[in-house]
């Protein structure tokens, strides 16, 4: 059974500020970001009642990042859940496959960008969270 804690990463980009403004840079393949992004997307125009999200996937990982505002990332593995707050532009949230993921909470300014290890392929999306309790108990990921 893998723990919530493994499935999950907080990380910290480097933060190159001066009197200029502030510069996050993020490098992927292995730097930054543990994948070779392959999609990006971001979520703006929500409020603090709308809920995005609500699926695992079978083999996309993410990195999500709030560059402007803040929101919540609620991850769960089926059996334990966590609430991580992305309120800084140089923080990022690592999600591996198979995570059940919930985004909520977003403030006014939100900006949640999302990269992706795959290309979008609905197959691979579980938005039934009963379904994915037994998934995750058939392949002993729970």
Known sequence: MKRLEEMYQVLQFKDFGDERGNLVVIEGSG?????TVQR???I???DSTVIRGRHANRSSEFVMINVAGKSKVKVDNGIESKVIELDRPMMGLYLSSMLWKDMYDFSPDSILLVMSSEHYDEKEYIRDYDEYIQIMKEQGLE
């Open 40 to 42: 990006v997307f971001y």
């Open 44 to 46: 703006y125009g929500s």
């Open 31 to 35: 730097r930054d970001i543990p994948f």
